[in-house]
């Protein structure tokens, strides 16, 4: 859940919407290439609210360093178009899985170069892994590398499981078969970086990659600069010749230059006042495009503290909300979520509906011995949709004797308050997929290895039967929704809405704009766009020569 693509997000809900084999857009909204493309040239122009943190792909973890990972490095495994398939990005082919599903053999590209012309090789593949799991460097996606055999000692050159064989092949050794893991070597944090090349103190602004497009300049709140890599090794791609992040743009300044036609690619959405007219005006419905987010919003409840421990009290919260009221707040982009998995993650079932019903709920409360009701706290963030939300919440609650007091904070804050444990009684959050994986939803927002001080599951709930449940999934044969992955996470889901630690709200979409200049544009659900497969209709229609 990156930050930045969830201020996005939430703000795109709010306005109409803004992580196998799902597509990213409605079938009437999708962008596809004519009869004339792909063309070559131009100049991308895109918008967004924020600045990225770093340039460092291991470290990355914001939306707008998401998008540049994705222009200047490769991946062994990448996201194909508008889909969550996975094809050989920087491998030749799909792993070779032995030894139980325990150990993965990649074999490499040979003609990948950096930019500088040296080649990629399997030492450079080893040196980039390695840096995540070197506390030194301190990736925030360390924890879905540590099932690699001697993850725990992390360091440069130091982690057993990670290895060269040979200047062209990698292996990977677990400890354990995990299922998902194939994702987490197609995350931006998995782009391959010149061996050696993070020991200079510039490179998280100076980057060295393989990618479609080269780094050319970042100016700090301001903009980033992409020009079209000549030698990519799987040329004629890119189509554009260069893209260009405006930076810390305002939403309504960004719709007035789209407008203008000076912005091509608003990153952040649609502003919220202009959203209906925008989606009514038939001059931009084939600009629009819908896509899955892959997230769910929920009430975590914390169980370590009262009067939240008592279970009867967090489901009487379940049945005291009027989910369908709230989806409309967010312009009924989406459906009610009856568990933690969102469509189009692998994993994914429907369970039973919990429908609003109050009289259950003050039952439920007068047997768990408040019979008076209580009074409680929540956080959520100070911005929309949050505090729009909040008050309805607040509102149905009170209706069941549930007196909520509302604690709209900063979103820095709000992570620090709600991950120490019993400070925040109730946190209004959510959680968009990493992958498309329904491990990554339980591991980090369900496990009693999260359930700890600085982690995600603010609920702090812990039952090893969801742990062992999961644990079988990920052991599952590879392949999108694996009937035993499937039967697994299923019983999990089953288990959390038990015992319900968290109260589910709603799946969501995300509603998007993308200029006339277009001959195709999609949105992808884990990257968000794709830079490397975008052509304008005005472009050359024959290729610039390959330079070796």
């Known amino acids: 859940m990156r930050k930045g693509l969830m201020a996005g997000a939430t703000v795109g809900l709010l306005l109409g919407a803004s992580g196998c084999g799902s597509a990213a857009t409605s079938a009437s909204a999708a962008s596809k290439a004519t009869s004339s493309g792909p063309r070559w040239g131009g100049v991308d122009n895109v918008a967004f609210g924020e600045d990225a943190t770093t340039l460092d792909p291991q470290v990355c973890y914001d939306s707008v360093c998401w998008g540049a990972m994705d222009m200047m490095f490769d991946r062994l495994y990448d996201y194909y178009r508008n889909t969550n398939n996975l ?70 050159g130091t982690v057993a499981g990670i290895k060269a064989i040979g200047d062209y092949t990698v292996q990977i050794d677990l400890t354990a078969p995990d299922r998902a893991f194939i994702y987490v070597l197609a995350m931006p944090q998995a782009s391959i970086i010149p061996y050696g090349a993070a020991s200079n103190p510039n490179f998280a602004r100076h980057p060295m990659g393989s990618g479609p497009f080269e780094f050319v300049s970042w100016t700090p709140g301001q903009s980033m600069i992409f020009k079209r890599n000549p030698n990519y090794w799987d040329w004629p791609k890119p189509y554009l010749s260069e893209v260009y992040f405006h930076l810390d743009v305002n939403d309504s300044v960004a719709y007035l230059d789209f407008q203008k036609g000076t912005i091509q690619d608003m990153g952040d959405g649609i502003p919220q006042p202009d959203f209906l007219s925008v989606v009514h005006n038939p001059k931009y419905k084939p600009l629009l495009q819908v896509r899955n987010l892959e997230s769910t919003y929920f009430i975590s409840l914390n169980t370590q503290m009262r009067p939240f421990n008592n279970v009867l009290v967090r489901r009487a919260v379940m049945y005291a909300l009027n989910r369908k009221y709230l989806l409309l707040l967010m312009h009924n982009q989406g459906q009610i979520a009856n568990e933690m998995i969102p469509p189009g993650v692998s994993g994914y079932k429907a369970l039973p509906n919990f429908k609003q019903n109050d009289k259950l709920a003050k039952q439920l409360l007068a047997k768990a011995g408040y019979p008076q009701g209580f009074s409680t706290t929540m956080y959520s963030w100070n911005t929309s949709p949050w505090t729009q939300l909040d008050a309805a919440i607040a509102q149905q609650l009170q209706a069941v004797g549930i007196h909520v007091t509302i604690k709209a904070i900063a979103e820095n804050a709000f992570f620090g308050l709600a991950s120490t444990p019993k400070t925040a009684p109730m946190a209004l959050n959510f959680w968009i997929a990493d992958f498309p994986e329904a491990s990554d939803f339980f591991n980090a927002l369900l496990s009693c290895a999260s359930a700890v001080k600085g982690g995600q599951n603010y609920a702090f709930y812990c039952n090893p039967t969801v742990d062992k449940y999961v644990q079988e999934a990920e052991a599952a044969p590879a392949g999108a929704n694996n009937p035993t992955a499937v039967k697994y996470y299923t019983l999990a889901d089953q288990q959390v809405m038990k015992d319900m630690p968290d109260v589910m709200l709603f799946h969501t979409t995300y509603t998007q704009i993308h200029g006339p200049a277009f001959g195709e544009f999609f949105p992808n659900p884990v990257w968000g766009e794709i830079y490397t497969d975008y052509w304008f209709k005005s472009g050359a229609k024959t290729p610039p020569p390959r330079k070796q």
Do not use: C
């Open 87 to 156: 094809y050989p990005e920087g491998a030749v082919a799909m792993p070779t899985v032995t030894n139980g599903g325990k150990t993965y053999t990649i074999h490499l590209r040979q003609k990948m170069k950096f930019w500088n012309g040296q080649p990629v090789t399997a030492k450079d593949v080893v040196y980039s892994f390695d840096r995540i799991l070197n506390p030194k460097t301190q990736s925030p996606v360390m924890g879905f590398w540590s099932g690699v055999v001697g993850a725990s000692k992390g360091g440069s």
